[in-house]
T-cell receptor, first 115, second 108 residues
Framework: DTGVSQNPRHKITKRGQNVTFRCDPI?????LYWYRQTLGQGPEFLTY????????KSRLLSDRFSAERPKGSFSTLEIQRTEQGDSAMYLC?????????????FGSGTQLSVL | QKEVEQNSGPLSVPEGAIASLNCTYS??????FFWYRQYSGKSPELIMS????GDKEDGRFTAQLNKASQYVSLLIRDSQPSDSATYLC????????FGKGTMLLVSP
């Protein structure tokens, strides 16, 4: 499978617990993005990496959220002290940044439910 | 202020008809424009990209861009029930920004 891979597909947790999601991008892609999507909304940008450098973070990314891409390959997104409002689909996307016309390809997402 | 606007729909068309989906954006510096299709419970799938004014055709899909009017559209010819999905307009002024999407329902 040469697409973007995300694990787990589903995560159910209790409020206050920490969760971590993993994303493996398409192998030759140097950019990796995290988005969040709730029902009836479009994906909302959270953060992105170019290689191992985290270049931009959205205001949506509170201090309970942290993302890493330590070797410029896979990435993890951790949410500490989860809240019910964190329930959403967390989408990872990757791209090969060649010009302003980069295209993002999404993984299947991780559906988080906070009880 | 929302940067990418779409009617949420649903837009209902009969099988074989042309479906027309519209999108407006606020950032005049935007250079790249995309249409993604998203089936219920699935992730967005890129179906069209357009970078310059005019039309771009790919099979049954035509994307149209008018930068002066800050308007992007997607036409789907010969609509099929399998086209029933939410269509997301995305614009790239810096990081890719999505609209809420328009739900399309194609009835047999």
């Amino acid at each position: 499978d040469t697409g973007v891979s995300q694990n787990p597909r589903h995560k159910i947790t209790k409020r206050g617990q920490n969760v971590t999601f993993r994303c493996d991008p398409i192998s030759e892609h140097n950019r990796l993005y995290w988005y969040r999507q709730t029902l009836g909304q479009g994906p909302e940008f959270l953060t992105y990496f170019q290689n191992e450098a985290q270049l931009e973070k959205s205001r949506l990314l509170s201090d309970r959220f942290s993302a890493e891409r330590p070797k410029g390959s896979f990435s993890t997104l951790e949410i500490q002290r989860t809240e019910q409002g964190d329930s959403a689909m967390y989408l990872c996307a990757s791209s090969l940044e060649l010009s302003a016309n980069e295209k993002l390809f999404f993984g299947s997402g991780t559906q988080l439910s906070v009880l | 202020q929302k940067e990418v606007e779409q009617n949420s729909g649903p837009l209902s068309v009969p099988e074989g008809a042309i479906a027309s989906l519209n999108c407006t954006y606020s950032d005049r510096g935007s250079q790249s424009f995309f249409w993604y299709r998203q089936y219920s419970g699935k992730s967005p799938e890129l179906i069209m990209s357009i970078y310059s004014n005019g039309d771009k055709e790919d099979g049954r899909f035509t994307a149209q861009l008018n930068k002066a009017s800050q308007y992007v559209s997607l036409l789907i010819r010969d609509s099929q029930p399998s086209d029933s999905a939410t269509y997301l307009c995305a614009v790239n002024p810096s990081t890719l920004t999505f609209g809420k999407g328009t739900m399309l329902l194609v009835s047999p």
